[in-house]
């Protein structure tokens, strides 16, 4: 009921790409990338991945595309924080890690968590520690490692660096840039606008609901990107 209702709104993204999403509270930011990844279906309009169009009317749809979503709220909306890291790291890997009869085969979920362990530099004691127990920092690694186990072809991620320190904020930048390096199209939503300009190949700007303009990070500044979110729709 409190949501921005979007009105025409059209995002391309590529292969290899970061694009940063940019608006002021109540611009619609979330309420996209909700809508792209089947969490609130759309009224009309169409998502295509690879120029064919595709029905993404849930969650579980979308991970099918290969899609993935860091939310914004990762203690209420990501993480499942009385359960183990190895829980949260590994539920969309299932097939990855699946014994017979679609039981867990414990080695190969053991080898995946120390894999992204040493590739994210997650600070933990064990798989078995609870995820609540962990820092901001290193429990927003898990919820990237979820994603990366996926091998998703787009990921979304909703204000990657709320709530972490500044060293945490660099190595989850870096993460961001390595997935793209790898051919992932990344969508960043930012409301701290040095953060869109460190991280985006290309912004897009909103305000209510609308898409009011496009910009390449080289054309950009933090002064360009305020006046283009206070426009009416492009």
């Known amino acids: 009921p409190r949501a921005t209702e979007l009105i025409d709104v059209s995002l391309t993204l590529r292969q290899g790409e970061i694009v940063g999403l940019a608006g002021l509270v109540g611009a619609g930011r979330t309420e996209?990338?909700?809508?792209?990844?089947?969490?609130?279906?759309?009224?009309?309009g169409e998502i295509r991945i690879g120029g064919e169009v595709v029905t993404l009317d849930s969650p579980e749809?979308?991970?099918?595309?290969?899609?993935?979503?860091?939310?914004?709220?990762?203690?209420?909306?990501?993480?499942?924080?009385?359960?183990?890291?190895?829980?949260?790291?590994?539920?969309?890997a299932v097939d990855q890690i699946a014994g017979l009869k679609w039981f867990v085969d414990e080695r190969k979920e053991n080898a995946l968590i120390e894999s992204f362990k040493k590739k994210l530099n997650i600070?933990?004691?064990?798989?078995?520690?609870?995820?609540?127990?962990?820092?901001?920092g290193n429990q927003q690694k898990v919820v990237l490692a979820r994603w990366l186990a996926l091998k998703p072809k787009i990921l979304i991620v909703d204000e990657p660096t709320r709530g972490i320190d500044v060293g945490a904020k660099i190595e989850v930048h870096n993460i961001l840039f390595e997935m793209?390096?790898?051919?992932?199209?990344?969508?960043?939503?930012?409301?701290?606008?040095?953060e869109v300009l460190a991280l985006a190949d290309r912004i897009v700007t909103?305000?209510?609901?609308?898409?009011?303009?496009?910009?390449?990070?080289?054309?950009?500044?933090?002064?360009?990107?305020?006046?283009?979110?206070a426009l009416d729709a492009a």
């Open 32 to 44: 996209t990338v909700r809508a792209i990844f089947g969490a609130d279906k759309l009224d009309s």
């Open 180 to 194: 793209a390096k790898a051919g992932v199209a990344v969508l960043v939503v930012s409301s701290e606008l040095p």
């Open 61 to 92: 749809a979308a991970m099918r595309h290969g899609i993935g979503l860091v939310p914004e709220d990762r203690k209420k909306q990501a993480l499942f924080l009385q359960l183990a890291i190895r829980n949260n790291l590994s539920i969309a």
């Open 123 to 136: 600070r933990m004691t064990g798989p078995d520690q609870l995820v609540a127990k962990l820092s901001g």
């Open 206 to 229: 909103m305000r209510e609901g609308r898409v009011t303009g496009e910009i390449a990070r080289a054309q950009a500044s933090q002064e360009t990107l305020m006046s283009m979110m």
